[in-house]
């Protein structure tokens, strides 16, 4: 078969694996589209630092199985290659996500000011804690539909792990040009990140499926934790 | 409608909570000491809530079917806390204690910790003065006659010991010699017993008698006079109740 004549640039602009070109002083020269929206997460210095580590040790290609984690990005192995001293590539593989198997409660979703159950938290977390909090917040967000009871005791368990932190930011915002696909619908997310200078993790575990029981994502971090919830209006 | 009066930043923010939470659709628990103001505090954020006790089971779970805005109080006596369903309800529940405090987390959204009285030193004051009150007008006793500050306030109980105390303080104001005669004979009748009964009860009056003399009058000397007793025999009575 004869493959000189196909041109594979697009197939690699497209994939949905990010991949990325460096020329020798770390310079991208080539990135595709997922590459794109990773950099939004992560330094670029910080994936050449990658693909020089785990370079082949003569010109070639290797592959390499290790787990990275840049916030809502899991890659689960990585091919490293340079075929000339001027530049060398990196291919991150997207670990596959299981769907989830929750369905929705429809009876148990309440159109909501997201806003107000927000508030309703802080005020509850001021009862017992006095740290310093900044609240960044769009008060134009138009209400939708929430499963109150269940979000509110996220909330709380969310807001509990910071109950020792020096400071905690809080923002809620909508993610611009994102969404998320729920029962064949595409829905906005809004995303509510509450970072500090560290954080309790004891309570993770019941988080996470608190989260994954009311469809919304949470990215548990050492020091922060992100919510991205889908903003259902109908 | 049901009155609430802090001044308690604590539980300011409860309010706060409550009031933006008031028209959606959480559960809310209020855990805290007895007679701290819990059902109040509900009943005031919630005045046309359906108000059930904890103690009754099935009228629970019967008023969880029929309303969607209930106050359950005594959550801690219910049998069986798992079988309620509290989704897509207003509940407001109020609790003394929390027996597992990892199902109260699992079943409610807001978990509020209310302050004790102990804990509210100006909150103590504005409810003393309402018992203050309250007590002067029942007991129908002059107002210039307390002296508010040399009330021995009992907090063990939060309010409801704190209402004991300062009624019976007041009490002490609003009764003459028949009715302290009454309460003396039902003292008596209801504990008169034993083979030294003359001396174990005449010490009854003695001792206020001589304490309230000494008091009055400074010197045993003008007291004896004032009493028309021998001062030796004043003295004797001194030592043997113990007197300083």
Known sequence: MNTTSINFKPFIEWDNNPFILFNYQGKIIYLNNASEILFGYVSKKEIYDIAVAYAPQNFGYKTTALSLNYDSFIFHAITVGYEDEESISIRLYNTPRNRPIHKIQKDNLIVTDINILLEANLALFRTKNTNPLTLLTDQDLPAFKIDQNSFSKLLRKTLHTFRASASIDISLKLLFGQYVIIEGRKEAIVELDISANGRYVDRDKEIDTLAQDTNIRCFLKESSIKLEIPLIRD | ?244
């Open chain 2, 1 to 244: 409608m049901e009155t609430f009066f802090t001044t308690s930043d604590k539980i300011h923010n409860i309010i706060k909570s409550f009031n933006l939470t008031k028209r959606l659709f959480v559960s809310s628990i209020i855990i805290g000491e007895a007679n701290i103001g819990k059902k109040s505090l509900a009943k005031h954020i919630f005045p046309n809530a359906f108000v059930v006790s904890g103690d009754n089971q099935k009228k629970v779970e019967s008023a969880l079917e029929d309303y969607d805005e209930i106050i359950i109080t005594d959550f801690e006596k219910l049998t069986n806390q798992t079988t309620l369903n509290l989704d897509n309800k207003r509940v407001i529940a109020t609790a003394n204690y929390i027996g597992n405090s990892g199902r109260i987390d699992d079943m409610f959204a807001f978990v509020y910790n209310m302050p004790s009285l102990l804990e509210r030193p100006k909150d103590i004051e504005y409810v003393k003065d309402i018992f203050i009150k309250k007590a002067l007008s029942t007991l129908s006793v002059d107002e210039s006659i307390i002296d508010r500050d040399k009330i021995a306030i009992n907090l063990s109980n939060n309010s409801k010991s704190l209402e004991k105390s300062i009624f019976l303080h007041i009490l002490k104001f609003s009764m003459d010699s028949e009715e302290i005669e009454d309460i003396l004979y039902n003292h008596i009748y209801e504990n008169l017993d034993g083979n030294d009964g003359y001396k174990q009860y005449l010490a009854l009056y003695e001792r206020p008698l001589i304490k309230a003399g000494l008091k009055k009058f400074g010197s045993q000397l003008q007291l004896s006079q004032v009493l028309g007793i021998n001062r030796n025999t004043l003295r004797k009575k001194i030592y043997e109740y113990d007197i300083n």
